[in-house]
């Protein structure tokens, strides 16, 4: 028998196995870490300290803040004034959610809950349930020590975070996150966790069925509480609600419907006063509905009891605001002695518990119908009342064949009805269905008879079947409304609530009362139409403008809009909160320029005066520095680098940077400098005007050619234009005359200048180895480096004597925007083709922002009428 021979495995092939011996323990060690992570866990409401006002639940709370950050009603909601300083933390979540990865989205979709508290201890406690992601909280005790950030420490098992005078409390405990800017709330819930016991209603409320819309939960007491309804809190309320009680609302907003639940628990065995005794009779399914004809535009419908019932709740209510209880014995008693019946014999004998008032197509009068219980007991009622002298029955209609009679009633019937707002003085009547209808139009009963009798009924309204597709059949209060049409009760106010429904044109309202509590559902839908080009909150006021410049943040996505009124006042608006603000410290007149680099990390302007003084400005429009010169400044200037470079009346170019530190650069003496520098890299071309005008070319702020400026014959407005094409750096210049100039490396090339014999008031700007300008007569051209132009007339402009021009790129929005002497913007592609969206309402220089962060460019510009427009670009 042969040996076994031990054949040994090569040493690289040991290493090999070693190395993913040790990543497959390093994987499930990591696997088995966040499996753990996952299955040990704690309720977030144990941490929950007793006694809030409210508690806001979510399960998936990106999933319930997604929809809510990208609604359109919130843009005209949050565009007034009052309401500034929430549109700039929505606008920033907004835009944080838009730009977050699929897979940031999908680690957000956790659940929260926060807890408010606005009486012993005003504060709020967050506490996120972070499941498996808590791998990673659970070393936080390890993590902090390599964690270096300002104002943030770690000691007792948590972390605190100084912000100004605000310090957060966060607290990692298992799979929970604690997160206050209370200390005693912090400590009531990081010590006494342990000992919180969960109500049957948090339980079953919060921790039962999961939900990724938004819920609001508050102990029913506290809301019986509240001022607005102390009126109705007693003894007996607070036995119905129950002390544990959670009453919630839930609710699911998008652009296309609005989704409200409100669900109050209540113990009915405790409703035995009039008016809550209501509360003991559940809901059922009425049958009017199926009997309202089709073009039914909105109805009210009342199935909670009997006539009788009803009575004998609400009176006692509306008696504290209304003497009804004399109204309505004064009239029993005149019922009593004319008709010889009461009127409860003539309203409660035969009717049953169905009350509806509904809207017909193309009229104005609504219906009223009544269900009838016993048709023989109304019979006999209307019979008695047909008898007698004061109630005239004899006049009727024939209306498509069929005969309507009237009831013309005694002023002491209507004017009880009218206590109710109805206002029924002399109405036509049908009986069909077990139903009786009342309405002053005739023509409205033929309508519904006609229709229900075809079959035309609600279900093929179509606005009806948007809102009622999920309906539950039971209700005791049901309300279907169209807002061109009727406005319901809820709505008829101005709160920032009502103002949201608002623009949900078409809804239903249901109340339903269960075993176990009440059930309140609003369901609306928006009405399909068409965006307004302008933007909700536009267009802003301005006073005085100085010029049709408007200028932006040199950020990728602007904050702030700036302009000058008056020459000295420098305005700012806020597209986040659309607040203006104003500086108007300034002794004379001002020129501004975004800031670039350095100088633009906290400040967002350059400002300078022609009294040779210096500014740098935040976006709060604060100062932040200030520099003071000998100079007389003759335009604004233009950034460079990190710098700002002025001219000056003796011929010098003033750079400042936001280090304090000022270089002048001398030209030449006797030059006019009367426009702004034009940059290019370490480039700067500054023009001095004249009747034979001069070019100065400077490199790393040196003058190349003070001894030989490039030369031009004749005046010309404006700063000339440099670019970098094919390498070189070219200079292009336009006189008031129509000569155009285009030099290289500080040489006028050949076949320059191009002669157009059109008057100029404005200069050329590039974009794509090209240069435009616009003409008096509103003519666009475009002149190419081979001596060749193009140019196209701006559609219904004649003159454009103050003309505008300007080269813009925004996320794609590259191209020429012109303005004449009219209010219309043009906006053209480098190749003269009309932009899509143009023209628009507006004059000037334009700019360019994601205004309401839904990815969507906006276009801002000023107006003849003093104001800003910002349009929608498709």
Same mark, same amino acid.
């Given at each position: 028998?042969?040996?076994?021979?031990?054949?040994?495995?090569?040493?690289?092939?040991?290493?090999?196995?070693?190395?993913?011996?040790?990543?497959?323990?390093?994987?499930?060690?990591?696997?088995?870490?966040?499996?753990?992570?996952?299955?040990?866990?704690?309720?977030?409401?144990?941490?929950?300290?007793?006694?809030?006002?409210?508690?806001?639940?979510?399960?998936?709370?990106?999933?319930?803040?997604?929809?809510?950050?990208?609604?359109?009603?919130?843009?005209?909601?949050?565009?007034?004034?009052?309401?500034?300083?929430?549109?700039?933390?929505?606008?920033?979540?907004?835009?944080?959610?838009?730009?977050?990865?699929?897979?940031?989205?999908?680690?957000?979709?956790?659940?929260?809950?926060?807890?408010?508290?606005?009486?012993?201890?005003?504060?709020?406690?967050?506490?996120?349930?972070?499941?498996?992601?808590?791998?990673?909280?659970?070393?936080?005790?390890?993590?902090?020590?390599?964690?270096?950030?300002?104002?943030?420490?770690?000691?007792?098992?948590?972390?605190?975070?100084?912000?100004?005078?605000?310090?957060?409390?966060?607290?990692?405990?298992?799979?929970?996150?604690?997160?206050?800017?209370?200390?005693?709330?912090?400590?009531?819930?990081?010590?006494?966790?342990?000992?919180?016991?969960?109500?049957?209603?948090?339980?079953?409320?919060?921790?039962?069925?999961?939900?990724?819309?938004?819920?609001?939960?508050?102990?029913?007491?506290?809301?019986?509480?509240?001022?607005?309804?102390?009126?109705?809190?007693?003894?007996?309320?607070?036995?119905?609600?129950?002390?544990?009680?959670?009453?919630?609302?839930?609710?699911?907003?998008?652009?296309?419907?609005?989704?409200?639940?409100?669900?109050?628990?209540?113990?009915?065995?405790?409703?035995?006063?009039?008016?809550?005794?209501?509360?003991?009779?559940?809901?059922?399914?009425?049958?009017?509905?199926?009997?309202?004809?089709?073009?039914?535009?909105?109805?009210?419908?009342?199935?909670?009891?009997?006539?009788?019932?009803?009575?004998?709740?609400?009176?006692?209510?509306?008696?504290?605001?209304?003497?009804?209880?004399?109204?309505?014995?004064?009239?029993?008693?005149?019922?009593?002695?004319?008709?010889?019946?009461?009127?409860?014999?003539?309203?409660?004998?035969?009717?049953?518990?169905?009350?509806?008032?509904?809207?017909?197509?193309?009229?104005?009068?609504?219906?009223?119908?009544?269900?009838?219980?016993?048709?023989?007991?109304?019979?006999?009622?209307?019979?008695?009342?047909?008898?007698?002298?004061?109630?005239?029955?004899?006049?009727?209609?024939?209306? $498509?064949?069929?005969?309507?009679?009237? #009831? @013309? %009633?005694?002023?002491? =019937?209507?004017?009880? +009805?009218?206590? &109710?707002?109805? !206002?029924?003085?002399?109405?036509?009547?049908?009986?069909?269905?077990?139903?009786?209808?009342?309405?002053?139009?005739?023509?409205?009963?033929?309508?519904?008879?006609?229709?229900?009798?075809?079959?035309?009924?609600?279900?093929?309204?179509?606005?009806?079947?948007?809102?009622?597709? $999920?309906?539950?059949?039971?209700?005791? #209060? @049901? %309300?279907?409304?169209? =807002?061109?049409?009727? +406005?319901?009760? &809820?709505?008829? !106010?101005?709160?920032?609530?009502?103002?949201?429904?608002?623009?949900?044109?078409?809804?239903?309202?249901?109340?339903?009362?269960?075993?176990?509590?009440?059930?309140?559902?609003?369901?609306?839908?928006?009405?399909?139409?068409?965006?307004?080009?302008?933007?909700?909150?536009?267009?802003?006021?301005?006073?005085?403008?100085?010029?049709?410049?408007?200028?932006?943040?040199?950020?990728?996505?602007?904050?702030?809009?700036?302009?000058?009124?008056?020459?000295?006042?420098?305005?700012?608006?806020?597209?986040?909160?659309?607040?203006?603000?104003?500086?108007?410290?300034?002794?004379?007149?001002?020129?501004?320029?975004?800031?670039?680099?350095?100088?633009?990390?906290?400040?967002?302007?350059?400002?300078?005066?022609?009294?040779?003084?210096?500014?740098?400005?935040?976006?709060?429009?604060?100062?932040?520095?200030?520099?003071?010169?000998?100079?007389?400044?003759?335009?604004?200037?233009?950034?460079?680098?990190?710098?700002?470079?002025?001219?000056?009346?003796?011929?010098?170019?003033?750079?400042?940077?936001?280090?304090?530190?000022?270089?002048?650069?001398?030209?030449?003496?006797?030059?006019?400098?009367?426009?702004?520098?034009?940059?290019?890299?370490?480039?700067?071309?500054?023009?001095?005007?004249?009747?034979?005008?001069?070019?100065?070319?400077?490199?790393?702020?040196?003058?190349?050619?003070?001894?030989?400026?490039?030369?031009?014959?004749?005046?010309?407005?404006?700063?000339?234009?440099?670019?970098?094409?094919?390498?070189?750096?070219?200079?292009?210049?336009?006189?008031?005359?129509?000569?155009?100039?285009?030099?290289?490396?500080?040489?006028?090339?050949?076949?320059?200048?191009?002669?157009?014999?059109?008057?100029?008031?404005?200069?050329?700007?590039?974009?794509?180895?090209?240069?435009?300008?616009?003409?008096?007569?509103?003519?666009?051209?475009?002149?190419?480096?081979?001596?060749?132009?193009?140019?196209?007339?701006?559609?219904?402009?004649?003159?454009?004597?103050?003309?505008?021009?300007?080269?813009?790129?925004?996320?794609?929005?590259?191209?020429?925007?012109?303005?004449?002497?009219?209010?219309?913007?043009?906006?053209?592609?480098?190749?003269?083709?009309?932009?899509?969206?143009?023209?628009?309402?507006?004059?000037?220089?334009?700019?360019?922002?994601?205004?309401?962060?839904?990815?969507?460019?906006?276009?801002?510009?000023?107006?003849?009428?003093?104001?800003?427009?910002?349009?929608?670009?498709?």
């Amino acid at each position: 028998m042969e040996d076994k021979v031990k054949i040994k495995k090569p040493l690289p092939l040991k290493i090999i196995f070693g190395i993913l011996i040790v990543l497959c323990s390093l994987l499930l060690s990591i696997g088995a870490w966040i499996a753990y992570s996952a299955l040990n866990r704690i309720s977030p409401l144990k941490f929950i300290p007793e006694n809030y006002t409210a508690i806001i639940h979510t399960d998936k709370i990106y999933s319930a803040v997604e929809p809510l950050v990208g609604l359109k009603a919130a843009e005209t909601i949050l565009s007034e004034p009052s309401l500034s300083s929430v549109r700039e933390p929505y606008m920033n979540a907004r835009a944080f959610i838009n730009n977050a990865s699929p897979l940031l989205t999908k680690l957000m979709d956790i659940r929260i809950d926060t807890a408010l508290y606005i009486e012993e201890a005003n504060g709020f406690v967050a506490v996120v349930d972070l499941g498996w992601l808590s791998f990673a909280t659970r070393l936080s005790s390890v993590i902090a020590g390599f964690l270096h950030v300002k104002d943030l420490t770690w000691g007792d098992g948590h972390f605190e975070y100084k912000a100004g005078e605000t310090t957060i409390y966060a607290k990692p405990y298992k799979n929970i996150i604690i997160v206050t800017t209370s200390k005693e709330l912090f400590d009531e819930s990081s010590h006494n966790f342990a000992s919180r016991n969960l109500t049957s209603s948090e339980k079953k409320e919060i921790e039962g069925k999961k939900t990724s819309a938004l819920k609001i939960l508050a102990p029913s007491l506290k809301i019986a509480k509240m001022k607005a309804l102390e009126n109705f809190y007693t003894e007996t309320a607070e036995k119905i609600l129950g002390k544990d009680n959670l009453s919630s609302i839930t609710f699911n907003i998008t652009n296309d419907n609005i989704d409200v639940s409100l669900n109050i628990p209540i113990n009915k065995e405790e409703c035995n006063t009039d008016l809550t005794s209501l509360f003991k009779l559940n809901s059922t399914q009425p049958r009017i509905p199926a009997l309202l004809s089709s073009d039914t535009q909105y109805y009210t419908l009342i199935n909670l009891a009997s006539l009788e019932q009803m009575k004998n709740s609400f009176f006692p209510l509306i008696q504290k605001t209304t003497d009804i209880e004399a109204t309505w014995k004064k009239a029993n008693g005149l019922c009593k002695t004319l008709f010889s019946m009461t009127l409860e014999d003539i309203l409660f004998s035969w009717t049953g518990n169905e009350i509806t008032a509904f809207g017909i197509e193309g009229s104005s009068d609504p219906v009223f119908a009544l269900q009838i219980k016993d048709e023989s007991q109304r019979a006999k009622v209307f019979d008695k009342l047909n008898n007698s002298i004061l109630i005239n029955t004899n006049t009727s209609l024939i209306v $498509n064949g069929m005969r309507l009679p009237c #009831l @013309e %009633l005694p002023g002491f =019937l209507s004017g009880l +009805l009218s206590i &109710f707002n109805v !206002n029924l003085p002399r109405p036509f009547y049908l009986v069909n269905n077990g139903y009786i209808y009342f309405s002053m139009s005739p023509q409205n009963l033929s309508s519904v008879y006609t229709h229900i009798n075809k079959n035309y009924v609600i279900s093929r309204n179509v606005n009806w079947k948007t809102v009622s597709t $999920n309906a539950k059949p039971n209700t005791s #209060l @049901e %309300l279907f409304y169209n =807002l061109k049409r009727s +406005l319901p009760f &809820f709505l008829d !106010n101005t709160s920032l609530t009502s103002k949201i429904l608002k623009l949900y044109g078409i809804g239903r309202f249901d109340f339903e009362i269960k075993d176990d509590g009440l059930q309140a559902r609003l369901y609306a839908s928006a009405i399909s139409q068409e965006d307004s080009p302008m933007l909700a909150g536009f267009p802003k006021a301005t006073g005085k403008i100085s010029d049709y410049n408007l200028i932006a943040d040199n950020e990728k996505e602007p904050e702030n809009l700036y302009w000058i009124e008056e020459d000295t006042k420098l305005k700012c608006l806020n597209l986040n909160s659309l607040e203006q603000k104003t500086l108007d410290t300034f002794e004379s007149k001002i020129y501004i320029a975004s800031t670039k680099g350095s100088a633009g990390k906290d400040n967002k302007l350059w400002v300078n005066t022609d009294q040779g003084d210096i500014f740098l400005v935040d976006k709060n429009l604060g100062i932040a520095k200030e520099f003071h010169t000998d100079s007389v400044f003759t335009s604004g200037g233009t950034v460079y680098k990190d710098s700002y470079v002025i001219p000056t009346k003796d011929g010098s170019l003033i750079f400042a940077d936001s280090n304090g530190n000022i270089e002048e650069v001398y030209i030449g003496s006797d030059l006019n400098f009367k426009s702004r520098p034009a940059v290019c890299e370490n480039y700067i071309a500054v023009y001095s005007r004249g009747f034979e005008g001069e070019i100065y070319l400077l490199k790393d702020k040196e003058c190349i050619n003070r001894n030989n400026p490039m030369i031009v014959d004749g005046i010309g407005f404006g700063s000339p234009a440099i670019a970098k094409i094919d390498g070189t750096i070219t200079i292009a210049f336009l006189t008031q005359k129509g000569e155009f100039y285009l030099f290289k490396e500080g040489k006028l090339e050949d076949g320059f200048p191009i002669e157009t014999r059109k008057v100029f008031t404005t200069n050329v700007v590039y974009d794509r180895n090209s240069f435009y300008t616009l003409s008096d007569d509103a003519v666009i051209y475009k002149f190419n480096a081979n001596k060749t132009y193009s140019c196209v007339k701006l559609p219904d402009v004649q003159s454009a004597k103050e003309a505008y021009i300007s080269s813009k790129n925004f996320e794609g929005w590259e191209g020429i925007y012109a303005s004449g002497d009219s209010n219309v913007l043009y906006g053209f592609s480098p190749d003269l083709e009309l932009l899509m969206s143009f023209p628009l309402a507006g004059r000037g220089v334009p700019v360019f922002a994601d205004v309401n962060k839904d990815k969507n460019t906006n276009c801002l510009v000023l107006s003849i009428s003093r104001e800003i427009n910002s349009w929608r670009l498709k």
